[in-house]
C-alpha cells in the first residue's frame, strides 16, 4: 500500500543519473519526468485521411466496413441528435443518449462530422513499457517532436488516472492532494482507457484534440506490432463509455497506432443506403404492391409507383428465403418493402386501428428498407391459402392465432420458418410481416417512390 515512499531516495538517485532515451524515430533530448514509447514497428509513408464536415444537407452515410479508424459526432438514425463517435476496424461505437452506455453498427452511420482513415492507412506502432505514470501530454509531445504537419494518434492501455477537462482545470490544492494520494497513499487501481488524439498543424502550432473510451476490463499488456492488433485489443476489452480527456491524464502502459497524414480530403464516398429494387435482386419474386393501388385498407393509392425496396443486404436476404421457398414448392410474393417516411406518415393519419402501426414519431421499419411484407404463391404464382388476408387489423393476424385451417396454419408455417432461418424477425401481430435481424443499423429515409 504505501511502497512508494520508499522509491524516492531511487527516483532522486535516477533522475540525477539518467542520460539520453529512445524516442519515436530515433533519439531525441530525454524529459526528465517522463518515459518515453519505444518504436515497435515504424512507417517511413504517411497516410492519406478523410474528412466529413457539415455542408448544409442531411448527415451523410457511409458504409463503415473499410475504415480502420474514424472519430467525430453522429448517429445511428436520421431524427436522433449526433453524439460522439468512434470507429474502429469497421464498427462505429456511439454514446447512447443521455451518456448511458454505447452503441454499436457495422453497416452504416449517420455522420455529421469526422476525421477517419481507412484499413490500408500507413502506420507506426510504439509501446510504452509497464512503469511510473506519464501524462499523455508528455507522450504526445514526444511522439510529434521532429514531426510536421497532422498527426493521429490512437491507443490503448492501463492508466492510473483518467482526468477529464473540468477535472483538469481544478483548484491546485486539490490536484496536489490528488497527486500526493496517488503517488506516497495507495497504488492507484489501472484503469483501461482506449483515446485518440488528433494534431491538426506541426509541432508548436496548435493542439492536440483528444477523446476517450473506458473499457469494461484492462486492456492485455505487452507490445504489439500492427494496429490491428492495437484495435484488436480496445475491442477484447470491451468498450463501455466514451468520456472526455485531459492530456492530464496518466498512462502506465501503451500500445499506440500513429499515423502521420499526407493529406485530408474531403469524404467523396459517403453514400445513401443501397436501396434496391426487390425484383431486380430475384426476378422470380413477385410483387403485388398495395399501397400504389387501391386494394388495401385506405382504398386509395398512396405510393407514386408500384416499386419494391430493401437495403441490398436484405434484399439479398430475402432472395435466400425465396431459394429455400422453392425447393419445397413455393416462392415469394411481396405486398410492400422500402416506405417512404411521408407516406408512412400518410397511412398512420389514414390507419383506423393505429396499434398495428410505428409512430412516426419513432418510424417505420419499412422506411429504413429493412422490413418487409409477404406471402407464399406456388411456383405458377398462385397464392396460398393463408390465416387473413394482407392488413387485417384482427386478432386473426396474430401469429398466435390457431383458429384457422389446417392448411392456412401450415403455410403460416412455411412462410415464418423460410424467413427466420435466414435472420429475418416475424412480427407477432401480423403473419405477414418480417424485420431484418439489424433494422436499427440503417437510417429513417423519404426518398419517394417512382
Known sequence: MYRRKFLIPTIILGLAAAGGGFAFWGTQPVHLDYRVPEAVAVSLD????????????????????????????????????????????????????????????????????????????????????????????????????????????????????????????????????AWWTEWFEETPASTGLAFTAFREAGPGAGSWRLRGILTGSVPDTGPVGTPEEVFSRIKAAGLESLTPLSAHSTAVELNLVVYHLAEIVPAADFIEPPLVEIDVVDPSIMLDIRYAGTDNFAGRAVYAAPRAYLVLPEAERLARVNIRLREQGFKLKVFDGYRPFSDHARLWELAPDKSFWADPENGSRHSRGAAVDCTLVTLDGQEVEMPTGFDDFTHRAHRSYQGASEAALRHRAVLEAAMVAEGFVPLEKEWWHFDSPVWWEYPLLDIPLG
Not at 492519406?48 to 445511428?76: H, N, S, T, Y
Open 46 to 177: 504517411r497516410a492519406a485521411a478523410f474528412v466529413v464536415e457539415p455542408d448544409g444537407l442531411a448527415p451523410k452515410q457511409q458504409d463503415i466496413r473499410e475504415i480502420e479508424l474514424a472519430f467525430g459526432r453522429g448517429a445511428l438514425h436520421y431524427p436522433e441528435a449526433p453524439t460522439e463517435m468512434l470507429i474502429l476496424g469497421g464498427r462505429a461505437y456511439l454514446q447512447e443518449p443521455g451518456g448511458a452506455g454505447i452503441r454499436t453498427a457495422d453497416v452504416l452511420v449517420n455522420t455529421e462530422h469526422a476525421l477517419g482513415l481507412g484499413r490500408d492507412a500507413a502506420a507506426s506502432v510504439l509501446h510504452l513499457p509497464d512503469g511510473s505514470p506519464v501524462t499523455l501530454a508528455a507522450l504526445l509531445a514526444d511522439i510529434g517532436t521532429g514531426l510536421d504537419g497532422p498527426l493521429v494518434v490512437s491507443g490503448v492501455g492501463r492508466f492510473s488516472a483518467v482526468l477529464t477537462e473540468p477535472e483538469a482545470r481544478a483548484p491546485a490544492k486539490n490536484r496536489f492532494s
